[in-house]
């Protein structure tokens, strides 16, 4: 099997994993195993598109708790089980910072819920997204149907597909995006019990 076709697996790894039951090791100098959600203008030596996607991808990494980032390449995974090792720590990671997020709940002037915005200081939070628990998590207060952003890619902005104020916020989001340090996606995402799907953008220049 190619390294590429196992990256090409990522995410219906991450869709599929169960619960990884080893005891997670301290991290390494280099830093915790994690796929990053980045822009594909960055043409990293790994990566793979999210589905539907025409401009946001997922390459693997390296990430230090001081948010230092080292991309890594097919000669830094080279079998099989390597390959499966690191996409298994890389979701128990995101797991684990899932179940500690605290999102900001956005109310309109009636106390409504209108979206949930959730922002950290890592560039592994974007890639939450990707676990079958996030929809879970949201659903309680959106429905079963969500729209989502990463501008950033320690940034999530969460909202219910229907009746949603995501048209109003398109220019503070695509600001996140032009000023971040750590642009993720101008992408518009799609969250159901089916997976996740790209299905429009926030940018006016991608339309």
């Not at 390294?3 to 994993?17: D, E, K, Q, Y």
């Not at 179940?99 to 890639?127: C, F, K, N, W, Y």
């Not at 959106?142 to 940034?155: A, C, D, M, R, Y």
Request: proline share 9%.
């Amino acid at each position: 099997m190619s390294r590429f076709s196992a990256i090409a697996r990522l995410t219906l790894l991450f869709a599929v994993l169960p619960a990884f039951s080893s005891p997670l090791h301290a991290e390494s100098p280099q830093g915790d195993p994690a796929l990053l959600v980045a822009p594909s203008f960055e043409h990293p030596a790994v990566s793979r598109y999210l589905p539907g996607a025409k401009r946001t991808i997922l390459t693997p990494a390296l990430v230090t708790k001081s948010g230092e980032i080292t991309l890594l390449d097919e000669k830094a995974l080279k079998t099989p089980d390597a390959w499966d090792h690191f996409v298994k720590e890389a979701a128990e990671r995101s797991r684990l910072q899932l179940a500690t997020l605290e999102p900001t709940m956005v109310r309109d002037g009636h106390g409504i819920i209108q979206m949930a915005v959730i922002s950290t200081e890592t560039p592994m939070t974007a890639s939450a997204i990707l676990l079958p628990g996030f929809l879970e998590h949201f659903s309680a207060i959106f429905g079963p149907e969500l729209l989502i952003t990463v501008p950033t890619q320690n940034k999530i902005c969460i909202f219910p597909k229907l009746a949603n104020h995501l048209p109003q916020m398109r220019g503070a989001i695509r600001d996140d995006y032009l000023i971040s340090a750590m642009p993720a996606s101008t992408e518009i995402f799609e969250l159901t019990r089916q997976g996740l799907h790209a299905v429009g953008s926030f940018d006016p220049d991608d339309e």
